[in-house]
């Protein structure tokens, strides 16, 4: 069992770090997309394009 522990447990670790950003992501845009939809937010000094 110890072999597949050391490769199964990665993997979940990974997936909770991945569920975690997921759910930040989607409270982040939950957020802010109202807000620039209705223009509170100004987005026209920003660059065209942003990097990741």
Do not use: C, H, K
Not at 3 to 20: C, H, K, N, R, W
Not at 28 to 41: C, N
Not at 46 to 52: F, I, K, R, T
Request: overall charge positive; hydrophobic content about 50%; proline content about 8%.
């Amino acid at each position: 069992m110890p072999q597949f522990s050391a490769v199964v447990y990665p993997a979940i670790q990974q997936m909770q770090v991945l569920i975690f950003q997921i759910q930040n992501l989607r409270r982040t845009r939950d957020l802010l997309l109202p807000r620039l939809l209705s223009g509170q937010i100004d987005v026209a000094n920003l660059p065209e394009q942003v990097s990741a």
